[in-house]
């Protein structure tokens, strides 16, 4: 097996332990300290806009979807903002799709428009893999790369069952990555997931100690509320 990159620190939602999660500030933040990358949510208004919002409601309980881009709160981005606030880091754009919340989308309309503002702005740099598309819905990570097969996909799941399998099944289907909750990884689901090619991006670790774990393991990526700290692990663990 060919050496792998170093462990990647992904800061989820841009640096939200510092910062309001998902907003300029955060993504700006997690730029100046170093991470290699951005965690975003992508869900879209009914004039059409993509934003970029965890929720599928705001605060106050109103429905994103529901609602025209002039009556969202001026601290909620689109994605084109967010994307350029991002500057030289590569962005995990999770489209926000699931089937228990007000704007499920079962005909992926929503996927569709994130990947026209995606290929729009890879004309611009050119390499598709600045980007990595997830998703809990496995149909939205299915249809993605039946769109677009050269921009790197991964599915989100809170478990993996069968690691051998499913990573036997992932690359088959040609995606790139599995992103699974903390919690359930392990140094063994890491070596059969990298045997079969696909790199394993964890979900949410703020804790130093797992991720000098993690890192040890040999994990593709960590996605983290606090970029600074993993960051500071990862120069430790060099």
Known sequence: MNARKPTQIMAHRGASSA?????IAAFVLARDMGAHAVELDVRQCSTGELVVHHDPHL?????IAHLDKQHLPKHIPTLD???DACGD?????EVKNYFTEPDYDSGDQRTLAVLEV?????AQHGDP?????SCFRRKTVERTHAEWPELPTAWLTAFVRDARALARDLRASGHAAVHPEVSRVSREMIEVFHAEGIAVNAWTCDDAARMRELIDWGIDGICTNVPDVGLRVLGETA
């Open 81 to 83: 903002e967010a994307l």
């Open 118 to 122: 995606l290929r729009r702005r890879t």
């Open 19 to 23: 910062a309001p999660a998902n907003t």
């Open 129 to 133: 893999r600045r980007y990595l598309l």
């Open 59 to 63: 605060a106050d309980g109103r429905i």
């Open 89 to 93: 880091m590569w962005v995990n754009v």
